[in-house]
Nanobody
Framework: QVRLVESGGGLVQAGGSLRLSCAAS????????MGWYRQAPGKQRELVAT???????NYADSVKGRFTISRDNAKNTVWLQMNSLKPEDTAVYYC????????????WGQGTQVTVSS
């Protein structure tokens, strides 16, 4: 059973930093794309950053230059370093991992709360 466990959320003041971690397990196949999404109250879930198995990265315009995504394929772990945080970054952050099992299946973590105070 595929499982994604996130950690690293919390409360931080504007301008501060947090580092989110997500450890994936339970698959006999390699994880393909991995990434982070977020959902603020009353809003739809939105992409924050993704990274392919080969290391190609993609960021939402709102986080470019402030957030950095990275991964360790050997550890099936993906991180999100968040710097210069803003109150509008407040949301529940979800980790995702794709596995190519004939079709692309996407798995999600349980989410971790990030709150940025002004």
């Amino acid at each position: 059973q595929v499982r994604l466990v996130e950690s690293g959320g919390g409360l931080v003041q504007a301008g501060g930093s947090l580092r989110l971690s997500c450890a994936a397990s339970g698959s006999l196949l390699s994880f393909d794309d991995m990434g982070w999404y977020r959902q603020a109250p009353g809003k739809q879930r939105e992409l924050v950053a993704t990274i392919t198995g080969g290391g190609r990265k993609n960021y939402a315009d709102s986080v470019k230059g402030r957030f950095t995504i990275s991964r360790d394929n050997a550890k099936n772990t993906v991180w999100l370093q968040m710097n210069s945080l803003k109150p509008e970054d407040t949301a529940v952050y979800y980790c995702n991992a794709d596995i190519l099992e004939g079709i692309r299946n996407r798995y999600w973590g349980q989410g971790t709360q990030v709150t940025v105070s002004s």
